[in-house]
């Protein structure tokens, strides 16, 4: 089954067309969007999450079309963002995870659980009562990752996870992303070896793909248009 696939996708915000005719089928687990500031890779994030309407163009993520089922989307796709300020919700650890749960209506013992087994896989057990916007930056992106996989998503859609945070946190956050949790992972970075740790890779320049295929093969092409 695709994770992604899309057939002419546009985008335009006004008068400026930022995404033109994308066509893509994505069937790996972990896919990586590259590209410059600008390409279209966040914006193309974005409609994938349905964060956006596509202006045309067919479009299905995980089997659904994003503007005509979004209850089924968000059943199916959980969003981590660079900022986890931006996700972070409640006033302590554990009500910020527990809220992710809130439309399924859990019994509260079956959610409290949910709650502890999330935060000890991310390892923020023991900080539950903690104020949530205390923790340190590292800790309150694993937060993000906790609310995002506690719902069990299909599909996690990661806009430059690891932007704000240092080596060490980077590659846990990274690490848990990646892993092979029965998820799969669009993730959008500007970190070449994160790409590459990806399965494939679509490189995005002016709105448009200019390459998708192997992760390795996609980076390699872009390092070398770095060069000229």
Same mark, same amino acid.
């Given at each position: 089954? /695709?994770?992604v696939?899309?057939?002419g996708?546009?985008?335009?915000?006004?008068?400026?067309?930022?995404?033109?005719?994308?066509?893509?089928?994505? /069937?790996?687990?972990?896919?990586?969007?590259v590209?410059?500031?600008g390409?279209?890779?966040s914006?193309?994030?974005r409609?994938?999450a349905?964060?956006?309407r596509?202006t045309?163009?067919?479009l299905?993520?995980?089997?659904?079309? %994003?503007?005509c089922d @979004?209850?089924a989307l968000r059943a199916?796709? *959980?969003?981590?963002l +660079?900022? %986890? $300020?931006?996700?972070?919700?409640m006033p &302590?650890v554990a009500?910020?995870?527990?809220?992710s749960?809130r +439309?399924?209506?859990?019994p509260?013992?079956?959610?409290?659980?949910r709650?502890? #087994?999330a935060?000890?896989?991310?390892?923020? $057990?023991?900080?539950?009562?903690? @104020? *949530?916007? $205390?923790? /340190?930056?590292g800790?309150?992106q694993?937060l993000?990752?906790?609310g995002?996989?506690?719902?069990g %998503?299909?599909?996690?859609i #990661?806009?430059? %996870? &690891? #932007?704000?945070?240092?080596?060490r946190?980077a590659?846990?956050v990274?690490?848990?992303?990646l892993a092979? &949790?029965?998820?799969?992972l669009?993730?959008?970075?500007?970190?070449l #070896?994160?790409?590459?740790?990806?399965?494939s890779a679509?490189?995005?320049a002016?709105?448009r793909?200019?390459a /998708?295929?192997a992760s +390795?093969a996609?980076?390699?092409a872009?390092?070398?248009?770095l060069?000229?």
């Open positions: 089954m /695709s994770i696939r899309c057939a996708l546009r985008v335009r915000l006004g008068a400026r067309e930022v995404l033109g005719e994308v066509s893509l089928d994505l /069937s790996a687990r972990t896919i990586a969007l590209g410059d500031n390409s279209g890779k914006t193309l994030a409609v994938i349905g964060l956006l596509r045309g163009g067919d299905r993520v995980m089997g659904c079309d %994003p503007d @979004p209850a199916r796709v *959980a969003l981590v +660079s900022n %986890p $300020d931006a996700q972070i919700m &302590t009500e910020d995870v527990a809220l749960l +439309s399924a209506r859990l509260r013992a079956e959610r409290d659980a709650v502890d #087994a935060l000890a896989r991310f390892g923020l $057990d023991g900080l539950g009562d903690r @104020p *949530a916007h $205390d923790l /340190s930056g800790q309150k694993l993000a990752l906790c995002a996989f506690v719902r %998503p299909r599909l996690v #990661a806009d430059e %996870p &690891t #932007a704000l945070l240092d080596g946190n590659r846990r990274a690490d848990h992303l092979d &949790t029965g998820h799969a669009v993730l959008v970075t500007h970190d #070896a994160l790409a590459r740790r990806c399965e679509v490189l995005m002016d709105g793909v200019a /998708s295929g +390795s996609v980076v390699d872009y390092e070398s248009a060069t000229c």
